[in-house]
């Protein structure tokens, strides 16, 4: 672990063939990475699952350097912005899926379908009440007209991350399956749902869940099987599949003791590290030490920015820790390099790095961040 210049990111490439087959085990069905949880996998998750969710235009940049085969890609988003879709269009043309979240995106996809005479194959996508996806009486009107050149063969349908009770699962299945029932009824056709089911990560070492994955799996395979019976069910699935494959490592700066509480401040912080949950140090996150350190001494693990919400772990039992020693963050590849204030401070962007076996590969250099908060000179 000293090899890697910290803060940083490790990326353990192995580790994701081995997490989809967990996955696998548990449901046997198609997978889809929703690649926003981390980009910097979406290359070895492509060849691990079926199909990749790319959600921006940014996300298709990715792919194209990547060489993401377009066919694997369901191309989402709740904006598309008009060129950078054309764009899009231009590249992938019919080798991908789109979703159209609105009767907008619908027109837009159609009209650019109309005029190069080429048919595109596309997933609705259904709301669950809030700002995504189209209501139920516009979705099924978009079956009942849709031409020649766009094929809805299905719907897209996600309702949320972290899940809490697998309970939810019969509930959303019988809302698929009643807005299923009243498409075919009125002369559309379902070939595939393409579903999220927000399946939850345990972040916490100090906090048992009350029910497992496995326990959630079991009751999304019972739902979903009647629907399964009649369509192309996949899981579209980010945090769940990405969390396990990745690390933070921060090196203790300094020690101190203030008013009775011991701090151990480090060289990143919370706004380089998130969690689902994450609430001011309240929890303590599955973490170790390198090297191990003996004691019973216990921390409040504080970071580098001037705030006073920069506490990442409240009481960590990190023993008779020393300055320079390297606190390892575990189940920190989703969401957790992406969802914090990462410019605040100015602090550099952390480096990433990829294992894969003995192979160690630098994905992302140390990048200073001062230069996006400076005038621009031409």
């Given at each position: ?6 803060p940083?990111?490790i ?6 063939g ?5 996955v ?33 235009y ?16 369901i191309?989402?988003?709740?904006v ?8 899009v ?8 899926i ?11 996809l159609a ?9 595109l ?21 978009l079956?009942?007209?849709?031409g ?7 719907i897209?349908?996600f309702?949320?991350?972290?899940k809490r ?7 959303e ?25 927000g ?18 799996f ?9 629907l399964?019976?009649?369509?192309r069910v ?12 990745g ?5 203790i ?15 990143g912080?919370?706004h ?5 949950g ?5 929890h303590?996150?599955?973490l ?7 004691g ?5 693990i504080?970071?580098?920015?001037c705030s006073?919400?920069?506490i ?13 020693d390297?606190?390892v ?31 160690v ?18």
């Amino acid at each position: 672990m000293k090899a890697f210049e910290t803060p940083c990111y490790i990326l353990q490439e192995d580790r994701v063939g081995a997490r989809v087959a967990a996955v696998r085990r548990l449901w046997d069905g198609e997978l889809c990475y929703a690649m926003k949880a981390n980009p910097f996998l979406v290359k070895p998750f492509s060849k691990a699952v079926q199909r990749i969710e790319v959600c921006s235009y940014g996300e298709f940049k990715i792919c194209v350097h990547e060489d993401i085969d377009p066919r694997q890609v369901i191309f989402s988003g709740v904006v598309k912005n008009d060129g950078e879709l054309q764009e899009v269009l231009d590249t992938w043309g019919d080798a991908c899926i789109y979703t159209a979240e609105s009767e907008r995106q619908y027109t837009l996809l159609a009209d650019w379908a109309r005029t190069h005479r080429t048919p595109l194959r596309v997933l609705a996508r259904l709301t669950d009440g809030t700002q995504f996806g189209m209501d139920e009486d516009v979705l099924c009107a978009l079956f009942r007209r849709q031409g020649p050149w766009i094929h809805l063969q299905g719907i897209h349908y996600f309702t949320g991350t972290m899940k809490r009770k697998p309970a939810v699962y019969a509930k959303e299945m019988a809302e698929l399956t009643r807005v299923c029932e009243r498409i075919e009824g009125e002369g559309g056709r379902i070939d595939e749902i393409e579903y999220g089911p927000g399946i939850g990560v345990d972040y916490f070492s100090d906090r048992t869940p009350k029910v497992t994955e496995s326990e959630f799996f079991a009751a999304l395979s019972e739902a979903a099987a009647p629907l399964r019976q009649k369509y192309r069910v996949t899981l579209e699935m980010g945090r769940a599949l990405a969390a396990p494959c990745g690390e933070y490592v921060s090196r203790i700066v300094d020690c101190k003791r203030n008013r009775g509480t011991g701090y151990v401040l480090i060289d990143g912080g919370s706004h380089q590290l998130h969690y689902d949950g994450m609430m001011r140090g309240m929890h303590v996150p599955y973490l170790r030490t390198e090297p191990k350190r003996e004691g019973d001494q216990v921390w409040t693990i504080a970071g580098s920015l001037c705030s006073l919400n920069d506490i990442l772990v409240g009481n960590a039992p990190l023993g008779a820790v020393e300055i320079g020693d390297r606190i390892v963050f575990e189940k920190a590849g989703a969401y957790a390099m992406d969802e914090g204030p990462a410019l605040f401070l100015s602090h550099e962007l952390p480096a990433v790095y990829r294992v894969s076996g003995e192979t160690v590969s630098v994905l992302r250099e140390r990048t200073a961040a001062w230069p996006l908060h400076t005038e621009r000179r031409l």
